[in-house]
Nanobody, 124 residues
């Protein structure tokens, strides 16, 4: 599975961005998909995930502001980010998991495919 992100950029606090990820390969609908982010000097953290059943999960820090969605017909994963804050500044990564133990929530140790990342910068 190859993952290619797009949609990052620079916005002011309170602004919005939409990230997209296109997946190549078969069986996309069976993958657990997620967005992670990593800021300089910090560990990579999961922002949101959506499993094959459409169940979504969000980090507490983004609940109510971000929305993850997937289109299995187009093999795409999206992240709509609203009300952005400077602390949302990070490199954002699309991730996919095929591992049995990880297919429900896509934990970091369950991810076996990563995109190259797209930078999101939010200025105050």
């Amino acid at each position: 599975v190859r993952l290619v992100e797009s949609g990052g950029g620079s916005v002011q606090s309170g602004g919005a961005l939409r990230l997209s990820c296109v997946a190549s390969g078969s069986s996309y609908s069976s993958l657990c998909m997620a967005w992670f982010r990593q800021a300089p000097g910090k560990e990579r953290e999961q922002v949101a995930s959506v499993n094959s059943g459409g169940i979504t999960r969000y980090a507490d820090s983004v609940k109510g502001r971000f929305a993850i969605s997937r289109d299995n017909a187009e093999n795409t994963l999206n992240l709509q980010m609203n009300s952005l804050k400077p602390e949302d500044t990070a490199m954002y990564y699309c991730a996919a998991s095929t591992k049995t133990f990880a297919i429900r929530t896509c934990p970091p140790d369950g991810v076996n495919y990563w995109g190259q990342g797209t930078q999101v910068t939010v200025s105050s």
